[in-house]
């Protein structure tokens, strides 16, 4: 396959995305994408109604899902999964675990922002999820701007919700082994999503990469939606150093809320081998 405008990494309200599926694939298709993969949040709900859309509009689909791991010392990556059988059992129960303990989170998070004093926050998000069991820290962020306590979510995670903040609750995520065994399982591409995004030192990040590949990753998304040049040359030298496929990636969640829309991502640098290299 040769796409000439991938985007394999993105979010419908399944997860924590402000467009259903199928509206989020008619905007892909809008914005030149012609390789697309859905990756909510731990869930795979949203893959057949995207499927159904991508088809009848005539662009190329693969499910994808993004896995939330815990690493290190309290630190969460983010592993995308893409082109898998999602029906796979393996895959279809590790996700339910991970999923189970959201709702559970997103209560300690309420009484954490209570004491700082925004109060009702489990209710309020609540009215901004589209699937009860993908109860996030954007839509406490959507909660909290609606409030007034914040001009955007930007800030609210700046202020409440990112790690060492008052709303922020630490949770155990998947093993990365685990998440990585689930996609490879299920047939599927292990790839690191935006790398650029953890507070991780540089050996630390080294460590990240080489635990991926022993456990079976292989890919890296080389071009993120938040991304910048810096970054892209880092992530290319670290696809070649360790022989990662190279994705291409908005993590698109909506109108408003992205660091860039559907499609809109530089195209990956030439001599990389791109993730879909052997997809038919
Ligand atoms: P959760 O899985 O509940 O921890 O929520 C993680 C989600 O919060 C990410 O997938 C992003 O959509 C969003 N998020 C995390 N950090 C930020 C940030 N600094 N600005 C905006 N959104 C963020
Ligand atoms: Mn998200
Ligand atoms: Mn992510
Ligand atoms: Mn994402």
Redesign the pocket.
């Known amino acids: 396959m040769t796409p000439g405008n991938a985007d394999l990494h993105c979010?419908s309200t399944t997860?924590?995305?402000l467009m259903a599926p199928a509206a989020l694939v008619e905007r892909a298709k809008a914005n030149g994408v012609d390789l697309l993969a859905l990756t909510d949040?731990d869930e795979i709900g949203g893959l057949d109604e995207a499927k159904s859309a991508a088809d009848a509009l005539g662009l190329n689909f693969v499910t994808g899902v993004e896995i939330s791991v815990s690493w290190g010392d309290d630190q969460t990556v983010h592993i995308v999964g893409l082109n898998f059988d999602h029906r796979h059992p393996d895959l279809v129960a590790g996700l339910e675990r991970v999923r189970s303990g959201r709702d559970a989170r997103a209560g300690l998070m309420a009484v954490e922002l209570a004491k700082a004093g925004i109060d009702g926050a489990y209710e309020g998000a609540l009215k901004y999820v589209g699937n009860p069991a993908l109860i996030?820290r954007?839509h406490f962020a959507r909660y909290i701007v609606e409030r007034g306590f914040a001009p955007d979510v930007k800030t609210v995670f700046d202020h409440w919700l990112a790690k060492g903040k008052p709303g922020y609750v630490s949770h155990s995520w998947a093993e990365l082994q685990e998440a990585v065994g689930w996609i490879r399982a299920a047939g599927g591409i292990a790839v690191i999503a935006h790398p650029g995004r953890y507070r991780l030192t540089p050996a630390e990040r080294r460590e990240l990469y080489v635990a991926f590949k022993a456990c079976g990753g292989q890919g890296i998304e080389v071009v993120s939606g938040s991304s910048n040049e810096a970054e892209i040359r880092e992530f290319a030298g670290i696809a070649r150093e360790f022989g990662f496929l190279a994705s291409r990636a908005s993590d698109f969640?909506g109108p408003g809320e992205s660091w860039i829309d559907l499609g809109r991502m530089v195209q990956l640098p030439p001599d990389l081998q791109p993730v879909w290299a052997n997809w038919s």
């Open positions: 979010h997860s924590d995305g949040h996030s954007s969640h």
